[in-house]
């Protein structure tokens, strides 16, 4: 079975990004991505730990109380 790694998805859309831009300058991008990554892979973990944030903050290798800070920034109830 041939794997496609996250980084392959996500370098194409960038691709696809930049040739929407039609040869506009892009502003922020890092800011951008981040945020447009962050949310749902918080959302996704939430669910996978079955709301257990503890659980959820060791999946992502952050503290406790910085999956919290990011929840609370995101408007992600639990």
């Known amino acids: 079975m041939n794997k496609v790694n996250l980084s392959d998805n996500i370098e194409m859309l960038l691709d696809q990004?930049?040739?929407?831009?039609?040869?506009?300058?892009?502003g922020n991008l890092?800011?951008?991505?981040?945020?447009?990554?962050?949310?749902p892979l918080l959302l996704y973990v939430m669910n996978y730990a079955e709301g257990n944030q503890s659980k959820a903050?060791?999946?992502?290798?952050?503290?406790?109380?910085?999956?919290r800070k990011k929840l609370k920034t995101h408007n992600i109830d639990i």
């Open 57 to 67: 903050a060791e999946i992502l290798g952050l503290n406790r109380n910085t999956l």
């Open 17 to 26: 990004y930049f040739t929407d831009l039609a040869g506009e300058s892009p």
């Open 30 to 39: 890092y800011n951008l991505v981040v945020s447009n990554v962050e949310k």
